[in-house]
């Protein structure tokens, strides 16, 4: 048995770019794959499990399952956000050398492993030194359109034997993702259609994705007036400008605290005005459903320069992100209710 099958560099690509579409290019913990991952281990009777993607530079165990330090054998075994305090330094991303996930997605078939101990070149792998891991079980994970985009896998710190059933099992649990990444897609597409409505306000606005804020839509506005710039880039590293007038701080705040942030006033040079303008500028936290955490900032810039002095910007900033919101409250962006601040589709 060889399992060791070269990622061909247009799957690897394909790859990449599904998990970027739909949010996953991220080691963040989601409570769905959470949920997934302990089916798994209750139905393997495994005290470790993984949902796990990979893109070409980590591993992201976006769901866990694993028993916390100090449950007895007779204790509930719990979902926890990989802060293992027994086995240290342990994060919810890894090298791709680190276990046999890449294997399976290599190959793109099931790999069970009943003693790793009896395949030599997978016997000092960092997986079985660092967690003393000697049986593995590993599915891939598909989504709709046929790409392979990582794992569910199970393992056992003790050899035992990957039966029929067990494997079919893992199997259909895999196959039960299906529908969440198809969801994600259609919330996308309908995300794509509030971008031609983007298109045509009379305001700069720029859709960012996770703590990098890096770039996945700007408007014709925002390129006009700040720069246009590649997308999928990080922001910080092409607009400059409003870094350095603290935009991306405030940007920062909204990621890190779900909650909408205001940078009230923000005076700088554009690129369609002769001298500096003062701006204000916006930032909604953006959920992919109202329970998901938050997967980027929605940045809505209003120029304030020539507004009257009586007017707050901040009252004006916010009354024009509340009319952006409405404008798909029927099928697209609304603003959600009954829990943090923020956007998301639905």
Known sequence: MDPLTPDQPDDAERRRRRLQRLGLNAPDPEAEFDRTARIAASLTQAPLAMVNFINDKQQMFRGMYAPRSGDDDGQERRAVSFDLSDIPDIPRSAPTDYGFCPHVVAQ????????????????????????????????????????ILGTVCVADMRPREWDRGVKESMQQLAETLLSEFRLRDSLLTQQEEMFAVFDGAPWPIMLTEGPKHVLRYANGRQGDAFGRVQRLSEGRTVLPGLDTVGVFKAMDDAYRTGQTTTLAEARLITRDADTPQTYSFTCTPVRLSPNAPVSGILTVAMNITSRPATEDPQQVAAEFTQQLAQFGTGDGWTQQHGGPSGMYLR
Request: no cysteine.
């Open 108 to 147: 793109g078939a099931q790999l069970a492993l009943d003693d790793v101990f009896d395949y030599p070149r997978f016997k000092g792998n960092p997986l079985v030194n660092e967690m003393g891991v000697r049986a593995y079980l590993g599915t891939p994970l598909r989504d709709h359109t046929g790409v």
